[in-house]
């Protein structure tokens, strides 16, 4: 047996490629691979083993049956990808690459560096490297969760198949651990993913009909730094908002109060004002919140900051003023970041305020009512448009936690998504202060958990006065129209384009059986045409993905594939059309 035998030449693609897992691998001491090399033996069943601390192999006692028997893709292997926790000696590994095909994406995640290093030695991985098909990974939460998000054609069109090796329990805890964490970041993306795929043409339509009235709201880029020094109170709709209410009201004076505005008839309830609030939700619904006021004018003089995704026909309804935010994903990505705070919001708008606030140089908050759960049978404060008639526990969606207090309470996968974003957010922000006003919901990570009185005696809420002064002001400055920016139309340009592929395509489509390879190299070229301009690529999206999967996932083309791809133009080109129409008027300072 030859230990080790391709560890030199794994190592070496690994370092070409530039893998993350490569420069982990790095702090690995120099003597690593020959303590790998005592470890690997030929258990008495005849495998290539690691041997345990107790001497026993780790796959002694195990059939490699019961370990890696339904490991494979049952359904679309070629649209889907598999995610192993724990490369072990590679068995897994390589059952996965051996009986899938090439489009079918493979990562693995392996918290030991001794244990990569004798996967590495016993198999060539190098043309699975280079073809893109295998990617390792180190145990780094950021890295893995950047690396699901290559996974988006996967998501859409196949599955993700989470193989976590219990073998290497044995080893210990930490497989469970990386399993935990990279499931999370699993359900996060999917959760990101699927309001993308779904919602993405109605978020940028929306910004398109909103383009006018952002030039004319005004730019949050001033206030960059203005929250240096404030206390931040973000108000959230749990149930506990309701008990923390009065002691709020009466100390807030030094402090910047802001909420959603969902949250406003909460509030207004409570006799609670916020000193702005703000919205990132796309849909119609959100007009409930402005018809569960009582008076409209409680919000005429709260500053909404509104994300340009939003309906018009919400922002039409609103009583105050309105300042636009440009959040990722939408037209600003690639074009307005020097010029405008691109957001990166997340999909809750707790985080959102907490993002927006950190941004603007807050390093003090305090959460109210941000119970990301509930106990009894109302799930939101009084008020709040969810918080009609109890709330049944649905054990398909919801989930049980316990509380501080060793209760139990309900919460979903919303909330969980949203709780993960903000303790992530803590976690990369160590210079800030996190107080979570508790009041019985889950428990925030990262953010020390107080009693209202708690917060009052230490005061927490005091000394920010001029603080929050400048950052209201600065707010009221940031106000008023700014110069639009001029953009070329290109909708002339990309029919010609697209007619004369078109026609390309049509002639291969005659033979489709003699032009497989020439079909999906246009294709692939009409992907990277439509991938090349930064302005109209978010509004695309769904055809890039359509086009994505046809390119990617199929196996075999033929005439229904020219009549998908007939679709897909007429789409793209009405939707230039569209946005040449509505960003492409004559040069002008918005007044």
Same mark, same amino acid.
């Given at each position: ?23 982990? @691998? &790095? ?9 790998? +090399? =005592?470890?690997?033996?030929?258990? !008495? *069943?005849? $495998? ?122 044995? @080893? &210990? ?9 990279? +499931? =999370?970041?699993?359900?996060?993306? !999917? *959760?990101? $993913? ?122 039409? @309804? ?274």
């Amino acid at each position: 047996m030859e230990i080790n035998k391709y560890l030199e030449a794994n190592l070496a693609c690994l370092s070409r490629m530039g893998a993350p897992v490569f420069k982990w @691998l &790095g702090s690995v001491p120099p003597g690593a691979p020959e303590a790998v +090399r =005592e470890r690997i033996f030929l258990n !008495s *069943v005849g $495998l290539i083993d690691w041997r345990m601390d107790n001497g026993v192999g780790v796959l002694e006692q195990v059939p490699l049956r019961a370990v890696y028997g339904d490991w494979l893709p049952k359904e679309k292997p070629e649209s889907s990808a598999t995610i192993i926790v724990g490369s072990g000696v590679g068995y897994g590994v390589n059952l996965v690459l051996g009986n899938t095909p090439n489009s079918h994406k493979l990562m693995v995640v392996e918290p030991r560096p001794e244990i990569l290093l004798a996967c590495l030695g016993q198999t060539d991985f190098t043309p699975f490297l280079e073809a893109g098909k295998l990617h390792f990974l180190p145990p780094d939460q950021e890295i893995i969760a950047e690396a699901v998000k290559h996974l988006d054609v996967a998501f859409i069109f196949g599955q993700i198949y989470l193989r976590p090796d219990y073998t290497l329990r044995q @080893l &210990g805890p930490e497989y469970d651990l990386w399993s935990r964490i990279t +499931r =999370e970041k699993l359900e996060n993306f !999917s *959760v990101e $993913l699927a309001t993308l795929r779904l919602k993405q043409e109605t978020m940028v339509s929306n910004e398109l009909k909103n383009y006018s009235r952002a030039m004319l709201d005004g730019s949050l880029k001033p206030l960059h730094g203005m929250g240096e020094g404030a206390t931040a109170v973000i108000l959230g709709a749990g149930p506990s908002l309701e008990e923390h209410a009065k002691d709020l009201i009466a100390n807030r004076r030094e402090a910047i109060v802001c909420s959603a505005l969902q949250t406003l008839p909460a509030l207004e309830r409570l006799g609670l004002k916020p000193d702005f609030c703000l919205a990132i939700d796309f849909r119609h619904s959100m007009e409930n919140a402005m018809r569960g006021l009582s008076d409209v004018n409680f919000a005429k003089d709260i500053p909404l900051i509104y994300s340009t995704k939003m309906q018009p026909g919400v922002l039409d @309804l609103y009583p105050g003023p309105t300042i636009p935010l440009w959040t990722m994903g939408g037209l600003a990505t690639f074009v307005m970041r020097d010029a405008e705070l691109v957001l990166d919001a997340g999909g809750n708008v707790g985080v959102t305020l907490a993002r927006f606030l950190t941004w603007a140089g807050v390093r003090r908050f305090l959460l109210a009512g941000q119970d990301f759960a509930w106990k009894g049978e109302f799930s939101h404060a009084k008020g709040h448009h969810a918080a009609h008639g109890a709330y049944r526990f649905d054990p398909a969606k919801d989930v049980t936690l316990s509380n501080l207090y060793g209760e139990q309470i309900y919460s979903h996968m919303g909330f969980i998504a949203a709780k993960r974003d903000l303790e992530a957010d803590i976690k990369t922000c160590p210079d800030a202060a996190y107080y979570n006003i508790y009041g019985g919901g889950a428990v925030i990570e990262g953010a020390e958990n107080l009693a209202i009185a708690a917060v009052l005696e230490r005061g927490l809420l005091i000394g920010g006065a001029s603080a929050r002064g400048r950052f209201l002001d600065a707010l009221e400055r940031a106000r008023g129209p700014r110069m639009r920016p001029v953009y070329q139309a290109r909708g002339n340009s990309w029919a010609s384009s697209m007619r004369n592929v078109q026609k390309k395509l049509e002639k291969f489509f005659k033979k489709p059986e003699r032009y497989q390879a020439e079909i999906r190299a246009t294709l692939a070229q009409v992907q990277f045409f439509l991938k090349q301009d930064p302005l109209y690529l978010p509004y695309l999206y769904n055809e890039i993905m359509d086009l994505t999967g046809m390119v990617q996932t199929r196996i075999k083309f033929g005439s229904k594939d020219m009549v998908e791809f007939r679709q897909l133009v007429r789409r793209i080109n009405g939707k230039i059309k569209e946005m040449d129409t509505c960003l492409c008027a004559p040069a002008q300072a918005a007044a």
